[in-house]
């Protein structure tokens, strides 16, 4: 064996010879282009100079900022970019020690370091420094390309004394990582096959010399290597088996065994059902969270504990920002692995990578304890999750709970006293000093208003301790923080009381629950009667009566004054609503009144032009709406009704001229005529309200149906026109069937004419006032978060590929105004609160495209309605202010005649044309021309009254 050792570093020693004098003509090759490149050099210094200084200050400021806060991840991997573009090797390897003492380091990290380091120490003899690096390099993730980097190293010392034992132990520990791994598996046991290869190479007799008996058994040894290596290859189930094989069979000079064939076939099926998952693995984006889940349970379906293993690293090699990947992984580990070393070491990974889930620490402390790790390791882990910086005050809660039961179960309570008993006691306490100070300055709350950890130091000393008097202290201390009004909590003392305690201090408890009890008073007062029943005498049982029966009136009466106060509350909330939609009304009959005047006067005016003047008596009085009118019908009432969310009415309908359009000056009903539909036709049930479209658009009606056509068949589309004919931006569409509208409110800010179009449920807003549609949500959402601060270029593609960075990405939507422009502000949905959380805490602070961005948990403030405006009349303006119901005029000619005008003095107010506060002489006239029995105070003047007067004059 000595001989077979000496003559295998021989040959080794040989071949490092031939590598070394390779790496020689490199070098001088590498010599001769520098030497080169010389003359050019002198042209460049000044501005390598400058990149120089501007590169050592960038790498200062991230210096002073690692200093401030160390756990900022993406500022060590930018100084560690900078120091290995200046080749400041020291001071990288610094950086990089740092940084891989906060977090796991990714392959491309790990590799570029290893890399720097094997040129560092090429001179050096000892290769130990190395070789620790690489053993951390593999214990943050499973990467085939570091072992096989790896492996490759350690070949460069298998001149040295055991160099090639220690070769193969590498390769196996490779193999037993990563060779399972389907797609870059092989490539670890290729590497293996070709390093016995070259071993057996060097073991070849000379040509045309036979070799001795030694140096046969030497081969024979070697072969077996190889051939075990391909059997144990073609065993496992690995992308291209066939080529391996084949090389195999081309390799052996022997026919394939039967097991041989049985394991490659099995290993064939193998491969061929997970095919799938590796290809949509291939085809998928990253983070490809569902593909790598769906790939796990069925891995966990077929039951091979190490295949498991396999494709978990693997899903957390892309996806190492997972808290529930990581969870699923470490669970899985403590039941039904449960190997010491691999449980630990996954479980420090985890928090390592996500130290920000309470979870994660919580399951660490107890897989060591599990695991019978030493206490000191136990509280230094605990001390950790301490300072990692938990997002939710209840966080801290639940990881002193989990040390407190640690503590708690270390503690032998046959013995009065010992010293886990003395550290759970100053545990507790410490506990409670770390919530309200620490936890309380932080979050504004102590993340524990039902005092759990109290609570539990409470019962461990009643139960274990048998110390009732510290357990009281600590329940009064319960009581004192705004808990002694709740039923529950004096319930689960009394509960404590009964148990470990004594009658006269659960009879205490009892009448302090009654009397400071505001939630559920009736049931501590049937608790303490059932307890006086079944041990108090009858002087207890009249107290006990007496007190329950004044608290329960009590309580009653309190809580008629608060029904009384909502009743109230109530009715005046609904007067309110009734005002409001009185008040919506009259505005609208009063705007509707308006417009029919108008188009009644302006008939008037076309037929004035044309006809003579008639007799000053004849002027027609002013008919009431809807009185002798040809053209009014119920169509105009019925399109208010359909005024839709922004409780806009159409156009009513022209008066016909009798001779009908005057030549050269056609209606402008003509112009555009909007589809009318028979009352009984229209359905608000089965019609949506399409609004903020495009003025200009053409032909509305043919364009909404084609748009709306693929929601189902359309019954018709009413647009909304102006009185001039132009259209108004929005219609009605109305559908054959009820389902229809549930696809086209889908179309909902789908951009039109590069307009978001709103589409919206078609309501009577004179039936439902106070009806509103905001589809997106008013309170906290957890898992999705609002983005500030961007530019207003970015798309929604370059947002998820932002966001996607930190998660799986479910929905985002980029906030525009009415016409379509975005205003810098979106909402972005994750998978679950934890990547929304991550995304935060990577993204607050960012800059993109000189844009500083904003980010926070999604919290919109909560929409509240607000109270109408109150509608002004005709007339209703301040004193001096005669405006209209459509506020200042563009003239602030008076056109109220001189007779009508009233002295300053008075405080006569006109309101909807009535004048009030007036003496009866003073409008005798108009009294008179109104041909009324009714006080003039109180009756309105028609159009004929106001003629009637300026006649007079």
Same mark, same amino acid.
């Given at each position: 064996m000595a001989a077979k050792g000496n003559e295998e570093e021989t040959q080794l020693q040989e071949m490092e010879e031939e590598a070394a004098a390779t790496g020689v003509e490199r070098e001088m090759e590498s010599d001769e282009e520098e030497g080169m490149g010389v003359e050019d050099s002198d042209e460049e210094d000044d501005d390598s100079s400058d990149d120089e200084k501007e590169n050592e200050a960038e790498i200062q400021r991230l210096e002073e900022q690692l200093s401030i806060n160390a756990f900022d991840y993406n500022c060590h991997v930018d100084l560690i970019k900078l120091l290995r573009q200046e080749g400041e090797l020291l001071r990288l390897r610094r950086a990089r020690q740092k940084m891989s003492e906060l977090f796991p380091l990714t392959e491309e990290i790990w590799l570029d370091w290893l890399k720097d380091e094997i040129r560092m120490t090429e001179e050096e003899p000892n290769r130990d420094k190395v070789n620790e690096l690489f053993e951390k390099a593999v214990k943050d993730y499973i990467c085939p390309e570091i072992w096989l980097e790896y492996a490759q190293y350690s070949i460069g010392g298998m001149g040295a004394p055991g160099g090639i034992e220690r070769v193969r132990a590498i390769f196996e520990r490779a193999l037993t990582a990563v060779g399972l791994h389907m797609t870059k598996g092989a490539a670890v046991w290729e590497a293996f096959r070709e390093f016995e290869n070259a071993i057996m190479s060097t073991m070849q007799p000379p040509p045309g010399s036979v070799a001795a008996r030694?140096?046969?058994?030497?081969?024979?040894?070697?072969?077996?290597?190889?051939?075990?290596?391909?059997?144990?290859?073609?065993?496992?189930?690995?992308?291209?088996?066939?080529?391996?094989?084949?090389?195999?069979?081309?390799?052996?000079?022997?026919?394939?065994?039967?097991?041989?064939?049985?394991?490659?076939?099995?290993?064939?099926?193998?491969?061929?059902?997970?095919?799938?998952?590796?290809?949509?693995?291939?085809?998928?984006?990253?983070?490809?969270?569902?593909?790598?889940?769906?790939?796990?349970?069925?891995?966990?379906?077929? #039951?091979?504990?190490?295949?498991?293993?396999?494709?978990? %690293? *693997?899903?957390? &090699? !892309?996806?190492?920002? /997972?808290?529930?990947?990581?969870?699923?992984?470490?669970?899985?580990?403590?039941?039904?692995?449960?190997?010491?070393?691999?449980?630990?070491?996954?479980?420090?990974?985890?928090?390592?990578?996500?130290?920000?889930?309470? #979870?994660?620490?919580?399951?660490?402390?107890?897989?060591? %304890? *599990?695991?019978? &790790? !030493?206490?000191?390791? /136990?509280?230094?882990?605990?001390?950790?999750?301490?300072?990692a910086g938990f997002i939710q005050a209840t966080d801290y809660v639940d990881i002193w709970q989990a040390y407190l039961d640690y503590l708690r179960r270390r503690v032998d309570f046959s013995k009065e006293s010992s010293r886990e008993l003395e550290e759970l006691r100053t545990a507790f306490t410490r506990a409670l000093d770390y919530m309200k100070q620490d936890v309380e300055e932080r979050f504004s709350e102590s993340g524990d208003p039902s005092c759990t950890i109290m609570q539990i130091w409470a019962r461990v000393e009643a139960l274990h301790c048998k110390n009732m008097q510290k357990a009281r202290e600590l329940w009064d201390s319960i009581m004192m923080k705004g808990n002694a009004k709740y039923a529950n909590m004096w319930l689960e003392y009394y509960n404590l009381e009964r148990s470990y305690g004594d009658s006269l201090h659960c009879r205490k408890a009892l009448h302090r629950a009654v009397q400071c009890t505001a939630d559920y008073p009736e049931h501590v007062c049937e608790v303490l009667l059932l307890f006086e029943r079944v041990e108090g005498s009858l002087a207890d049982w009249d107290t006990a009566v007496q007190k329950t029966e004044t608290r329960l009136a009590r309580v009653n009466e309190q809580r008629a004054k608060v029904a009384e106060k909502e009743a109230l509350q109530?009715?005046?909330?609904?007067?309110?609503?009734?005002?409001?939609?009185?008040?919506?009304?009259?505005?609208?009959?009063?705007?509707?009144?308006?417009?029919?005047?108008?188009?009644?006067?302006?008939?008037?005016?076309?037929?004035d032009e044309e006809d003579e003047w008639g007799d000053d008596s004849e002027q027609p009085t002013k008919r009431h709406r809807g009185e002798g009118e040809p053209g009014f019908t119920g169509s105009e009432e019925l399109m208010e009704t359909e005024s839709g969310l922004f409780g806009r009415k159409g156009p009513g309908p022209r008066k016909a001229d009798a001779a009908g359009p005057k030549k050269g000056r056609p209606a402008a009903s003509d112009a555009r005529k909007a589809p009318e539909a028979a009352p009984d036709a229209r359905n608000d049930g089965t019609s949506v309200f399409v609004s903020n479209l495009s003025f200009s658009m053409e032909d509305p009606e043919k364009r909404l149906r084609e748009l709306f056509l693929a929601c189902g068949p359309v019954e018709q589309v009413r647009p909304v026109f102006s009185s001039k004919g132009a259209f108004r931006g929005y219609c009605y569409v109305q559908f054959q069937e009820r389902g229809a509208v549930a696809q086209a409110l889908r179309l909902d800010r789908q951009e039109v004419d590069s307009r978001p179009m709103f589409v919206s449920p078609c309501v009577d807003k004179n039936k439902n006032p106070d009806f509103k549609v905001f589809k997106y949500s008013t309170s906290l959402e957890k898992h999705k978060i609002f983005i500030s601060g961007l530019p207003y270029s970015c798309s929604k593609e370059q947002l998820e590929e932002l966001c996607r960075q930190h998660g799986t990405v479910k929905d985002i939507r980029l906030v525009t105004n009415r016409s379509g422009k975005p205003k810098g502000l979106a909402y972005v949905e994750f998978e679950d609160e934890a990547q929304a959380s991550l995304a935060v805490l990577k993204m607050d602070g960012s800059v993109v495209q000189d844009h500083t961005l904003t980010v926070a948990i999604s919290n919109p403030p909560r929409r509240s309605d607000k109270p109408d405006a109150p509608t002004r009349s005709l007339g209703s303006a301040l004193p001096g202010q005669l405006y209209g119901a459509r506020g200042k005029?563009?003239?602030?000619?008076?056109?109220?005649?001189?007779?009508?005008?009233?002295?300053?003095?008075?405080?006569?107010?006109?309101?909807?044309?009535?004048?009030?506060?007036?003496?009866?002489?003073?409008?005798?006239?108009?009294?008179?021309?109104?041909?009324?029995?009714?006080?003039?105070?109180?009756?309105?003047?028609?159009?004929?009254?106001?003629?009637?007067l300026l006649l007079k004059k």
């Open positions: 030694e140096q046969q058994e030497l081969l024979n040894t070697q072969l077996g290597r190889i051939h075990t290596l391909f059997r144990r290859q073609l065993a496992i189930p690995l992308m291209d088996m066939d080529a391996t094989y084949a090389e195999y069979e081309e390799w052996s000079d022997k026919d394939m065994p039967e097991t041989v064939l049985a394991q490659y076939k099995k290993a064939s099926q193998h491969m061929e059902a997970s095919k799938p998952f590796e290809e949509a693995l291939l085809v998928a984006e990253p983070p490809k969270l569902a593909e790598y889940q769906a790939y796990i349970d069925y891995e966990q379906q077929e #039951g091979d504990p190490a295949r498991i293993q396999i494709i978990f %690293e *693997r899903a957390l &090699a !892309e996806n190492c920002l /997972v808290p529930d990947m990581w969870a699923k992984y470490t669970k899985y580990l403590d039941r039904q692995l449960k190997i010491r070393d691999l449980v630990l070491s996954s479980h420090d990974r985890a928090v390592r990578n996500c130290p920000w889930t309470m #979870g994660l620490w919580k399951n660490y402390i107890l897989a060591l %304890e *599990r695991h019978g &790790a !030493e206490h000191q390791t /136990v509280s230094e882990i605990f001390e950790k999750a301490l300072n109530a009715r005046q909330e609904e007067e309110k609503a009734e005002q409001r939609r009185r008040a919506k009304a009259d505005k609208k009959a009063q705007k509707k009144s308006q417009r029919k005047a108008g188009e009644k006067r302006k008939a008037e005016d076309e037929e005029g563009r003239t602030q000619l008076s056109l109220l005649p001189r007779s009508l005008h009233r002295p300053a003095g008075l405080d006569a107010k006109a309101e909807n044309g009535t004048l009030q506060n007036q003496s009866a002489g003073s409008v005798g006239g108009a009294s008179a021309a109104g041909g009324s029995g009714l006080d003039a105070q109180t009756k309105p003047l028609s159009n004929a009254d106001f003629a009637r």
